[in-house]
Protein backbone atom coordinates (compact mmCIF):
# COMPACT_ATOMS: atom_id res chain seq x y z
CA UNK A 1 0.00 0.00 0.00
CA UNK A 2 1.19 2.92 -0.85
CA UNK A 3 1.47 6.25 1.22
CA UNK A 4 -0.92 8.47 -0.18
CA UNK A 5 -3.34 5.36 0.22
CA UNK A 6 -2.45 4.82 3.37
CA UNK A 7 -2.86 8.17 4.46
CA UNK A 8 -6.34 8.98 2.81
CA UNK A 9 -8.19 6.01 4.36
CA UNK A 10 -6.73 6.60 7.83
CA UNK A 11 -6.53 10.91 7.94
CA UNK A 12 -10.09 12.12 6.74
CA UNK A 13 -9.71 15.82 5.03
CA UNK A 14 -7.82 18.03 7.63
CA UNK A 15 -5.99 15.19 9.93
CA UNK A 16 -7.60 13.88 12.89
CA UNK A 17 -6.92 16.48 15.12
CA UNK A 18 -8.80 18.42 13.30
CA UNK A 19 -11.64 16.03 13.23
CA UNK A 20 -11.59 15.20 16.91
CA UNK A 21 -12.37 19.66 17.37
CA UNK A 22 -15.12 19.02 15.53
CA UNK A 23 -16.61 16.37 16.92
CA UNK A 24 -15.66 18.05 20.27
CA UNK A 25 -17.67 21.06 18.79
CA UNK A 26 -20.39 19.16 18.17
CA UNK A 27 -20.91 16.97 21.26
CA UNK A 28 -21.05 20.50 23.04
CA UNK A 29 -23.50 22.19 20.91
CA UNK A 30 -25.44 18.98 21.22
CA UNK A 31 -25.15 19.05 24.89
CA UNK A 32 -25.96 22.75 25.39
CA UNK A 33 -29.11 22.10 22.80
CA UNK A 34 -30.48 18.75 24.83
CA UNK A 35 -30.31 20.79 28.01
CA UNK A 36 -31.97 23.69 26.37
CA UNK A 37 -34.74 21.17 25.52
CA UNK A 38 -34.54 19.83 29.10
CA UNK A 39 -35.34 23.22 30.57
CA UNK A 40 -37.93 23.85 28.08
CA UNK A 41 -40.08 21.01 29.53
CA UNK A 42 -40.46 22.98 32.37
CA UNK A 43 -41.61 26.04 31.35
CA UNK A 44 -43.67 25.32 27.90
CA UNK A 45 -44.96 29.00 27.85
CA UNK A 46 -42.14 30.59 28.19
CA UNK A 47 -40.02 28.80 25.86
CA UNK A 48 -42.87 29.08 23.31
CA UNK A 49 -43.46 32.62 23.98
CA UNK A 50 -40.08 33.63 23.54
CA UNK A 51 -39.51 32.10 20.76
CA UNK A 52 -41.97 34.30 19.06
CA UNK A 53 -39.67 37.57 19.49
CA UNK A 54 -37.20 35.61 17.12
CA UNK A 55 -37.13 36.74 13.73
CA UNK A 56 -37.54 33.70 11.70
CA UNK A 57 -36.93 35.12 8.11
CA UNK A 58 -33.93 36.32 9.59
CA UNK A 59 -32.87 33.10 10.71
CA UNK A 60 -33.89 31.17 7.45
CA UNK A 61 -32.20 33.62 5.17
CA UNK A 62 -28.52 32.73 7.45
CA UNK A 63 -29.41 29.49 6.85
CA UNK A 64 -29.27 29.79 3.06
CA UNK A 65 -26.62 31.75 3.08
CA UNK A 66 -24.32 29.42 5.01
CA UNK A 67 -25.59 26.39 3.14
CA UNK A 68 -24.65 28.41 -0.15
CA UNK A 69 -21.62 29.22 1.26
CA UNK A 70 -21.00 26.00 2.01
CA UNK A 71 -21.41 24.76 -1.69
CA UNK A 72 -19.03 27.45 -2.83
CA UNK A 73 -16.45 25.99 -0.17
CA UNK A 74 -16.87 22.51 -1.71
CA UNK A 75 -16.39 23.99 -5.16
CA UNK A 76 -13.05 26.03 -4.04
CA UNK A 77 -11.50 22.95 -2.44
CA UNK A 78 -12.57 21.05 -5.72
CA UNK A 79 -11.05 24.12 -7.83
CA UNK A 80 -8.02 24.18 -6.11
CA UNK A 81 -7.39 20.09 -6.31
CA UNK A 82 -7.36 21.23 -10.35
CA UNK A 83 -5.00 23.73 -9.87
CA UNK A 84 -7.64 26.68 -10.79
CA UNK A 85 -6.24 29.12 -8.76
CA UNK A 86 -8.85 31.82 -10.12
CA UNK A 87 -11.92 29.83 -9.93
CA UNK A 88 -10.34 29.15 -6.57
CA UNK A 89 -10.12 32.41 -5.45
CA UNK A 90 -13.40 33.20 -6.71
CA UNK A 91 -15.58 30.61 -5.17
CA UNK A 92 -13.46 31.28 -1.95
CA UNK A 93 -14.45 35.17 -2.00
CA UNK A 94 -18.37 33.97 -2.08
CA UNK A 95 -17.46 31.46 0.58
CA UNK A 96 -16.45 34.75 2.71
CA UNK A 97 -19.21 36.99 1.54
CA UNK A 98 -21.80 34.40 2.58
CA UNK A 99 -20.25 34.29 5.98
CA UNK A 100 -20.10 37.99 6.58
CA UNK A 101 -23.84 38.97 5.26
CA UNK A 102 -24.47 36.28 7.82
CA UNK A 103 -22.73 38.04 10.58
CA UNK A 104 -24.42 41.18 9.03
CA UNK A 105 -28.08 39.81 9.43
CA UNK A 106 -26.99 38.32 12.74
CA UNK A 107 -25.83 41.65 14.19
CA UNK A 108 -28.94 42.98 12.99
CA UNK A 109 -31.16 40.20 15.03
CA UNK A 110 -29.05 41.09 18.16
CA UNK A 111 -29.65 44.78 17.52
CA UNK A 112 -33.24 44.21 17.60
CA UNK A 113 -33.19 41.97 20.62
CA UNK A 114 -31.02 44.40 22.99
CA UNK A 115 -33.39 47.09 21.84
CA UNK A 116 -36.32 44.93 23.19
CA UNK A 117 -34.48 43.72 26.30
CA UNK A 118 -34.19 40.39 25.75
CA UNK A 119 -30.53 40.00 27.39
CA UNK A 120 -29.24 37.08 28.38
CA UNK A 121 -30.90 37.40 31.99
CA UNK A 122 -34.26 38.20 30.36
CA UNK A 123 -34.79 34.27 30.51
CA UNK A 124 -33.76 31.03 29.98
CA UNK A 125 -34.57 30.53 26.57
CA UNK A 126 -32.45 33.84 25.67
CA UNK A 127 -30.06 32.73 27.94
CA UNK A 128 -29.36 29.58 25.75
CA UNK A 129 -30.39 31.65 22.74
CA UNK A 130 -27.81 34.25 23.46
CA UNK A 131 -25.32 31.23 24.92
CA UNK A 132 -25.95 29.15 21.69
CA UNK A 133 -25.61 31.81 18.91
CA UNK A 134 -23.07 33.92 20.30
CA UNK A 135 -21.05 30.78 20.50
CA UNK A 136 -21.66 29.77 16.92
CA UNK A 137 -20.86 33.36 15.87
CA UNK A 138 -17.53 33.08 17.29
CA UNK A 139 -16.77 30.27 15.41
CA UNK A 140 -17.86 32.15 11.83
CA UNK A 141 -15.51 34.70 12.76
CA UNK A 142 -12.85 32.10 13.28
CA UNK A 143 -13.86 30.34 10.02
CA UNK A 144 -13.13 33.56 8.66
CA UNK A 145 -9.84 34.51 9.92
CA UNK A 146 -9.53 30.96 8.68
CA UNK A 147 -10.59 31.19 5.40
CA UNK A 148 -9.06 34.62 4.75
CA UNK A 149 -5.43 33.22 5.63
CA UNK A 150 -6.14 30.61 2.84
CA UNK A 151 -7.00 33.11 0.64
CA UNK A 152 -3.95 34.73 1.22
CA UNK A 153 -1.86 32.35 1.08
CA UNK A 154 -3.52 31.37 -2.55
CA UNK A 155 -3.29 34.77 -3.61
CA UNK A 156 0.95 34.59 -3.05
CA UNK A 157 2.86 34.11 -6.09
CA UNK A 158 4.02 31.02 -5.47
CA UNK A 159 0.62 30.04 -3.70
CA UNK A 160 1.58 28.83 -0.09
CA UNK A 161 -1.58 27.04 0.41
CA UNK A 162 -1.28 23.37 0.55
CA UNK A 163 -4.22 21.08 -0.44
CA UNK A 164 -4.01 20.10 3.90
CA UNK A 165 -4.80 23.72 4.73
CA UNK A 166 -7.39 24.04 2.59
CA UNK A 167 -9.16 20.83 3.24
CA UNK A 168 -8.66 22.09 7.14
CA UNK A 169 -10.29 25.23 6.65
CA UNK A 170 -12.82 23.66 4.67
CA UNK A 171 -13.79 21.14 7.22
CA UNK A 172 -13.99 24.30 9.91
CA UNK A 173 -16.24 26.02 7.71
CA UNK A 174 -18.84 22.90 7.15
CA UNK A 175 -18.63 22.63 10.72
CA UNK A 176 -20.26 25.80 11.17
CA UNK A 177 -22.88 24.89 8.56
CA UNK A 178 -23.83 21.70 10.26
CA UNK A 179 -23.57 23.45 13.74
CA UNK A 180 -26.27 26.58 12.40
CA UNK A 181 -28.48 23.61 10.73
CA UNK A 182 -28.97 22.08 13.94
CA UNK A 183 -29.28 25.47 15.99
CA UNK A 184 -31.78 26.77 13.37
CA UNK A 185 -34.66 24.86 13.36
CA UNK A 186 -34.68 24.04 17.31
CA UNK A 187 -34.24 27.60 18.29
CA UNK A 188 -36.05 29.02 16.12
CA UNK A 189 -38.93 26.18 14.89
CA UNK A 190 -39.28 24.08 17.59
CA UNK A 191 -40.72 26.12 20.73
Given at each position: ??????????????????????????????????????????????????????????????????LTS??????????????????????????????????????????????????????????????????????????????????IGI??????????????????????DLI????????????
Amino acid sequence: MNNSTTKSLYYPPGGILLWIIIFLELFTFGAALIAMVIYSKDEPQLFSESRSHLNVTFGAINTVLLLTSGFFMAKSVEKFKQGAIEKTSFYLKLTMLGGLLFLVIKSIEYFDKIEAGLSVSFNMFFTFYWMLTLFHVIHVLVGLVILGSVFIGIRKQNCTTTIEDFESSAAFWHMCDLIWLLLFPIIYLIF
